[in-house]
């Protein structure tokens, strides 16, 4: 998980050289979601409990409903994510086809970053609007992981597109969906 969370820090702090860090680490994406990613996914959920500390009159029923919503909206996510990747990245690449490998790091990586802003915003007491906004910046460390994904002259923006829609848009769609379920 501190592998993980090195990535994702310097991810935070500088993307380009985060994401040449990844490329020449070549770390496997399937490690990076069993020992990082579910570990966070189950801190942002362990951390909807600290309602308790900060919300009057929050029921166990709500607080539980709301830590299932955090760890489901981002585990149904990284599979979304992974075919919506699988499906349209190949015409985006240099080559011509794509790097599954590749493609699930920017998706664990992407994930990641929006799972530590729900870690942040679930431990603060009050909500910060720039919280809100936490997720653009992850839109342009994805924007950072061009040159990593080899992606073709002038697609560039259709990349950003389908990497935000699969990594940013998705995950907080069915968090706002679950989270209007609830009561």
């Known amino acids: 998980m501190f592998t993980f969370l090195k990535y994702l820090v310097q991810l935070l702090l500088s993307p ?5 860090d990844i490329e020449k680490r ?15 996914m189950g801190i942002a ?4 409990f600290l309602a308790f500390f900060y919300q009057r009159h929050v029921e166990l029923a709500t607080v539980l409903i709301r830590s299932v919503a955090d760890f489901g909206s981002y ?32 998706t664990m990586a992407g994930l990641g970053l929006m ?16 919280m809100r906004f936490m997720p653009l910046y992850v839109v342009l460390v994805l924007y950072n992981a061009i040159p990593y994904m080899n992606v073709r002259r002038g697609c560039e923006m259709r990349f950003l597109l389908v ?16 989270y209007f379920i609830i009561p």
């Not at 959920?45 to 909807?48: F, Y």
């Not at 015409?91 to 011509?96: A, F, N």
Request: hydrophobic share 50%.
């Open 115 to 130: 799972v530590l802003i729900q870690i942040v915003s679930n431990c603060l007491p009050w909500s910060i609007m720039l």
């Open 75 to 106: 585990f149904v996510s990284i599979f979304i994510a992974k075919l919506i990747f699988d499906y349209y990245l190949a015409p985006l690449t240099s080559t011509g086809s794509f790097d599954s490998r590749k493609a699930s790091t920017v």
């Open 26 to 40: 070549n770390p496997d994406p399937e490690e990076l979601m069993r020992s990082g990613l579910y570990p966070l």
């Open 45 to 48: 959920a362990a951390t909807e």
């Open 163 to 178: 990497a935000a829609g699969a990594v940013v848009a998705v995950p907080l769609l069915i968090y706002y969906l679950l």
């Open 16 to 20: 380009t050289h985060g994401w040449e």
